[in-house]
């Protein structure tokens, strides 16, 4: 059994959620003269690849030192999206369950494609990594509880629509952009769409059902898209935490870690290593572009 990186590098560029505190690192103690080097760390939790905890929206849930890594590591799917869903569009599960088996109880991987524009890519944009990823409707939310899902992933900043949260008073150009694809797509206002019965429904309504979820997934994940394997995510063991930084991976047996591996010595590379399919970055501009003609 080897195991695949699902996690984006972390570092003192790596944004956190809009207007939560990022990393800061300084030295307390170095080699000379203390014989030893020591660093104090301040950052906020949604910080990099992180899990949502319960108690982050729903009072009476478990932290998350109460996940059993039975819940944590489970059979999952990981489905890749960024052939059908560009800047600021909805994905539903029919979208889904065309191009992967999700079964009862699963862990989901959402690949939207919009790691290709975080902090440690050539195509790096922290606006459009942030403000303009797409997210579900309402129907995605029940899907996910019939399903009995264990927990969702995602690889941009937040498992919502970014136009279903704060962030839409936060930025009336990219607003201005949404209200035009939601009217040209939907026949309807951002407002309608997203009414407030459904505001940040993939927080409010999934945690009293158990179900949350991991923001900001990245490293090799390209080569894992549209297949089924064990995923594991593994936060601390952080008690009160309503949110935990963590490593995301999947389990691959031996034999399919080296056809992996030989895939992945054929693709373009991060700065820090990971695999790049620049084919979903193509894929996303030309339907973006679309949404917005």
């Known amino acids: 059994m080897k195991v695949i990186d699902l996690t984006i590098p972390l570092g003192i560029g790596t944004p956190p959620w809009p ?3 990022p990393l800061q690192v300084k030295y307390f103690k170095r080699l000379a003269p203390n014989g030893a080097n020591g660093q104090l760390l301040t950052h906020s939790n949604h910080l990099g690849t992180h899990l949502d905890g319960e108690i982050h929206f729903y009072t009476p849930g478990k932290d998350i030192a109460e996940l059993d890594m039975d819940f944590l590591v489970h059979d999952g799917a990981i ?5 059908v869903a560009g800047d600021y569009d909805v994905y539903s599960s029919k979208m889904i369950e065309e191009r992967v088996e999700v079964k009862e109880g699963d862990i989901l991987i959402i690949h939207t494609g919009y790691h290709h524009f975080g902090w440690d890519q050539d195509t790096a944009d922290e ?7 797409p997210g579900p409707d309402y129907e995605f939310v029940e899907w996910a ?4 899902l264990r927990w969702i992933g995602v690889d941009c900043g937040s498992a919502d629509h970014p136009m279903n949260t704060i962030i839409r008073n936060w930025m ?4 201005k952009q949404a209200e035009q694809v939601f009217q040209k797509k939907f026949g309807k206002s951002l407002a309608e769409f997203y009414d407030d019965s459904k505001y ?3 927080h409010i309504d999934l945690f009293p059902h158990g179900i949350i979820h991991a923001e900001c997934l990245g490293g090799d994940i390209d080569l894992l898209l ?8 593994f936060p601390w063991r952080f008690v009160d935490g309503e949110a935990s930084i963590g490593r995301c991976v ?4 031996d034999d399919r870690y080296e056809e992996l591996m030989a895939k992945k010595a054929g693709m373009a590379k991060t700065k820090h290593g990971d695999a790049v399919d620049p084919s979903h970055v193509d894929s996303l501009n030309k339907i973006s572009k679309l949404n917005l003609a």
Do not use: C, W
């Not at 606006?127 to 990823?133: E, G, L, N, S, T």
């Not at 009336?172 to 607003?175: A, E, H, I, V, Y």
């Not at 549209?226 to 995510?233: L, V």
């Not at 999947?250 to 047996?253: I, K, L, Q, T």
């Open 145 to 148: 509880i019939a399903k009995k």
């Open 226 to 233: 549209n297949q089924r394997a064990q995923i594991g995510f």
């Open 19 to 21: 207007t939560y505190e």
């Open 200 to 202: 940040q429904m993939m």
């Open 250 to 253: 999947a389990f691959v047996d």
């Open 172 to 175: 009336p150009r990219q607003t």
């Open 79 to 83: 489905v890749d999206l960024s052939d």
């Open 127 to 133: 606006i459009r990594y942030m403000v303009k990823h």
